[in-house]
């Protein structure tokens, strides 16, 4: 049986018009030489469908599949029951390939991708490109916003194709993606599943793995110009603290080791909150014998069980919504409860309730300091809840660590932070309700390890790792930008060979 065949009965069995019985009825008649267009009068011959443009449809995408040079699912092509969605232009994990992943409410394999090579398509040829071809181009264009470092890849229709590459917008071809290029391109890598949901909500988010070891994180959505994909590169190595940026590793570290209360990760679009999330999961697995569930939309980074055992749950897959989650996860004996996204009221009261109850809950929240992170969770509710909210708040919070990505001086980007511990001051700010001096208190609070967002960023200028209108652009104390701007002048007036005065006049102006 040749590949296109092969492909044919795949295709038949993933619409439904082939039962395996059939498929060994079929298989057995056959003749040797029988082809997919044989296989399809057959089919029309024995009733089981009188559906020609079908046929003719699956025999179309079956010469696209087989062009590839990818097999099909061995399990529906040999006639056994399917036991997963499958997608219609990829192979099946071979045995180095990853563990199976979330992908628009349906469990998929990675998609084969060791035969192609990172690299640019050539965008006007995909017009008229039968799957097999797009589907190569798509990986291809993946891999290349992986390997060139690009932190997402953009694929819509009626705009450039581009990358975004630390914060900046890179080009990928001079003009716009037609309609049909752009949902083509997009719709190519789905399960027919996954592509029924998306035209059903006109939103999709879904992980998207390669059997090559890259991972993304996709969103689909509809707009004016047509469909539009925006795919965010996983850097698939969870790397520790201290090599993330964080200059206060050992005092994260400390907050990982207490056995209840709320920790929260906050920060931007963008800033690395879910690479921070990782990296506390992986401390947690290495250091701690516990069980660990995380709510995900989608799961992003894979945690293998070391010495916790950890479970992944990825919203629309495995439960309806982050609050049906977190309801769910008190009833099965969690230690450790992570959550991808705070961004609703129930989900925000569950958390603070769990964390009252024994579990250590960690979770993120888009917001840029502590003290508006504090507003934000405390606002949601209706105001004759807040007191008991502020209440139980002030007692179960045991740090928020805020942080942003900025563009390093030397290319790439570098990570600002800032680290607030609750303490007696913390909690009896957050009891009445004076966030405002929060950063009053992380300042007095250095030798706890606490630190300001404006500390942060200054230290950073001083080390020459980022530019001074960066610095400023990032600083909220009028008195911190007046001290680096006086410095910045200094350095202008200053004579040749007078860097050593310079030096020495910063030491006496900025006091550290």
């Known amino acids: 049986m040749d590949r296109t065949t092969r492909w044919f009965l795949h295709l038949c069995r993933e619409q439904g018009l082939l039962a395996p019985d059939d498929v060994e009825k079929l298989k057995a008649a056959a003749g040797e030489d029988d ?11 024995l009733d089981l469908t009188s559906d020609t443009e ?7 995408k079956a010469c696209d599949g087989a062009a590839t040079g990818a097999e099909p699912q061995a399990s529906v092509a040999t006639g056994s029951a399917c036991e997963a969605a499958s997608h219609s232009l990829s192979n099946p994990p071979g045995p180095e390939a990853a563990p199976p992943s979330v992908c628009g409410g349906c469990a998929e394999s990675p998609i084969r991708a060791d035969t192609i090579e990172p690299d640019l398509p050539d965008f006007p040829a995909l017009e008229d490109a039968p799957d097999g071809v797009l589907l190569t181009a798509m990986i291809g264009l993946l891999r290349y916003a992986s390997a ?17 590459r630390d914060r900046k917008t890179h080009y990928l071809h001079p003009q716009p993606l037609s309609a049909n290029v752009a949902e083509r391109l997009n719709r190519v890598l789905l399960p027919p599943a996954a592509w029924a949901e998306f035209e059903n909500h006109r939103d999709l988010d879904f992980a998207l793995p390669l059997s090559t070891g890259e991972r993304y994180r996709a969103n689909l959505m509809r707009h004016r110009d047509g469909c539009g994909g925006t795919y965010r590169t996983v850097n698939c190595e969870i790397k520790p603290l201290g090599e993330l940026g964080f200059r206060n590793a050992k005092t994260i570290d400390r907050l990982l080791a207490y056995h209840n209360g709320l920790i929260l990760v906050t920060g931007p679009v963008g800033s690395g909150k879910t690479t921070t999330l990782a990296a506390l ?22 945690h293998r069980s070391e010495r916790c055992i950890i479970t992944q749950r990825a919203v629309g897959s495995h439960t309806q919504s982050f609050h049906n989650a977190l309801k769910g996860a008190l009833r099965q004996d969690p230690d450790i409860i992570v959550i991808g996204e705070m961004r609703d009221l129930e989900t925000i009261e569950m958390a603070i309730s769990a964390s009252e109850t ?15 992170t504090l507003n934000r969770l405390l606002d949601v509710f209706p105001p004759a809840q807040q007191p008991q909210i502020r209440a139980m708040v002030a007692e179960s919070l045991r740090g928020i660590i805020c942080q942003r990505l900025l563009p390093a001086k030397a290319g790439g980007m570098v990570l600002a932070a800032e680290v607030l511990l609750r303490n007696l001051a913390v909690s009896a700010l957050i009891r009445e309700g004076k966030t405002q001096g929060l950063s009053n208190i ?16 200054t230290e950073l200028w001083r080390e020459g790792r980022i530019l001074e209108d960066v610095a400023l652009a990032n600083l909220k104390s009028e008195s911190t930008r007046r001290e680096i701007r006086l410095r910045a002048a200094d350095d202008e007036s200053a004579p040749d060979g007078a860097e050593a005065d310079s030096s020495a006049r910063t030491r006496r102006i900025i006091n550290w």
Do not use: C, W
């Open 54 to 60: 079908l046929l003719q449809s699956l025999l179309d």
């Open 442 to 457: 992380i300042e007095t609070g250095k030798a706890e390890g606490m630190v300001t967002m404006d500390s942060s960023v």
């Open 358 to 372: 024994g579990h250590l809950v960690i979770g993120t929240m888009h917001t840029s300091d502590a003290a508006t």
């Open 35 to 45: 082809d997919a267009v044989a296989y399809g009068e057959r089919i029309l011959d």
């Open 281 to 302: 999961v992986q401390q947690l697995n290495q250091t701690r014998d516990d069980h660990l569930i995380s709510v995900e939309d989608p799961i992003e980074f894979v």
């Open 148 to 164: 060139s470092r690009a932190s997402d890849l953009h694929v819509s229709a009626g705009a450039r194709p581009f990358v975004r």
